[in-house]
């Protein structure tokens, strides 16, 4: 793997943890969906996993990350079709994906698992 692949996965696990970070330990859909401070930093973290997963997929020397097509179209729909974003969507990907490609990541990093 090579070094622009590994900071490309390292930007992913930054972004993924600034997530979490934000949302903190209730992770409240009404306050997220109140909050548009919130809801906006949120998907500038997933335009920049999806564009990180975006280049790992292009360099062809990176490894293969589940959903890396739907992650990228993600990307694509916050950056494109800004005024058709879900809440309700976002919060389900944050619920039902973010953790499972947290630990992907972390284990194509060769971290220590939570």
């Known amino acids: 793997m090579t070094e622009a692949v590994k900071k490309w996965l390292f930007d992913v696990q930054t972004s993924i943890e600034a997530i979490e970070s934000y949302l903190g330990e209730s992770r409240d ?3 997220y969906r109140r909050n548009q401070m919130l809801r906006r930093a949120v998907e500038r ?3 920049i996993i999806g564009e990180a997963i ?3 997929r292009k360099s062809n020397e990176g490894p293969e990350i589940r959903n890396a097509s739907k992650i ?3 990307r694509n729909q916050i950056i494109h079709a ?3 974003i879900s809440d309700e969507i976002i919060w389900g990907i944050i619920d039902k994906y973010l953790p ?3 630990e ?6 060769g971290a220590p698992l939570s």
Do not use: P
């Not at 992907?104 to 990093?109: A, N, S």
């Open 29 to 31: 859909f009404n306050e």
């Open 45 to 47: 973290e997933f335009e």
């Open 54 to 56: 975006n280049r790992i």
């Open 72 to 74: 990228v179209v993600l």
């Open 82 to 84: 800004y005024d058709n």
């Open 100 to 102: 499972a490609l947290s």
């Open 104 to 109: 992907e990541i972390k284990i194509l990093l």
